[in-house]
């Protein structure tokens, strides 16, 4: 397999544009998380999927957020509009339901918003 | 209440010389992951080692072991015979049933190898 794959790897784009970005998790996995990492605030989890529902999404910041799951080899994390703020490292993982299950982490998209 | 506690925001180690660093957790489920992850600069998230709430025997994976306290709640990450390539960001995370089975990391300690 290859691995959870993110897209695209960096993104700039001018305030107040949507931003969609893309996650195909690993086959066979039942869980995708979607993480944001800054250096103030850290790794942040934003919201978590089990079987392609959404479980818990209270840590996406505003409505300015969305995140949906249409399959189990495909997410997105929308945002519109996009803020300076919202400069970031956005992460995707995938596991499986143990809790003795590792995390696969995709290589993550580089969002910057001007 | 934090879920991963990492109390050292930077620590310096110099070359072959080994390491700890410090996790604590707090979870009331009997059943739990314990896990450290390395980011180095190039920023990808790298799984290095497992600890399970019921394993009798602290993990081991190559230079890295977990030192395991369940009674104290820590599980505290050793690297021996520190390399320049070790250094890096590194997270410690728990995952548990109790709060739906997601990973809670800590904020990550950054660890400088000196030469």
């Known amino acids: 397999d290859a691995g959870v794959i993110q897209s695209p790897r960096h993104e700039v784009t001018e305030m107040g544009q949507e931003v969609t970005l893309r996650c195909k998790p690993i086959s066979g996995h039942d869980y995708l998380f979607w993480y944001r990492q800054t250096m103030m605030r850290g790794l942040e989890l934003l919201i978590y999927f089990n079987n392609n529902v959404p479980i818990d999404d209270s840590g996406m910041p505003e409505d300015r957020f969305s995140a949906k799951m249409p399959n189990a080899s495909f997410s997105t994390l929308k945002i519109q509009p996009s803020e300076p703020r919202d400069s970031a490292v956005y992460f995707c993982?995938?596991?499986?339901?143990?809790?003795?299950?590792?995390?696969?982490f995709g290589q993550g998209t580089r969002l910057t918003v001007v | 209440a934090q879920k991963i506690t990492q109390t050292q925001p930077g620590m310096f180690v110099q070359e072959k010389e080994a390491v700890t660093l410090d996790c604590t957790y707090d979870t009331s489920d009997p059943s739990y992951g314990l896990f450290w992850y390395k980011q180095p600069s190039s920023g990808e998230m790298i799984f290095l080692i497992y600890q399970g709430s019921y394993d009798q025997q602290n993990a081991t994976e190559g230079r890295y072991s977990l030192n395991f306290q369940k009674a104290r709640k820590s599980a505290n990450l050793v690297i021996s015979a520190s390399q320049l390539g070790d250094s890096a960001m590194y997270f410690c995370?728990?995952?548990?049933?109790?709060?739906?089975?997601?990973?809670?990391f800590g904020t990550g300690t950054s660890l400088t190898v000196i030469p």
């Open positions: 995370a728990m995952r548990d049933l109790n709060t739906g089975n997601q990973f809670y």
């Open positions: 993982a995938s596991s499986l339901a143990s809790t003795g299950a590792k995390a696969f």
